[in-house]
């Protein structure tokens, strides 16, 4: 999506690919998932390190901007995400490592 041209949608997506594996740990851990799209609150949930949860904190803004483009601040530019993807990648290997 990003070499198209879509940046939002790169970032929507890096966003929902974190949340996703974030919820496969909570699944792991504990049979259940909380329904939420704050990737902080999910990450600290599965007793992510800190360098998770801040990357979390990071990413959790895409959801919101790459739906809304006209709330306040919410551009994606490509440098943007490209941040937000660097930053899912991160939280995807983190995550495989947490399970079988």
């Not at 970032?11 to 504990?30: D, I, P």
């Not at 609150?41 to 801040?54: E, F, G, K, N, T």
């Not at 959801?63 to 601040?73: E, I, Q």
Request: proline residues 7%; charged residues 20%.
């Amino acid at each position: 999506m990003l070499d198209e041209g879509f940046p939002d949608m790169a970032a929507f997506h890096a966003q929902q690919g974190a949340e996703f594996v974030l919820k496969a740990v909570q699944v792991h851990l504990t049979g259940r998932f909380s329904r939420t799209h704050d990737l902080p609150a999910l990450a600290s949930a599965v007793s992510a390190p800190p360098r998770i949860v801040r990357l979390a904190s990071i990413l959790t803004p895409a959801y919101v901007a790459a739906r809304y483009p006209d709330a306040a601040g919410a551009r994606i530019t490509r440098k943007r995400a490209e941040s937000y993807l660097d930053g899912a990648r991160r939280i995807v290997r983190w995550a495989h490592r947490q399970l079988p």
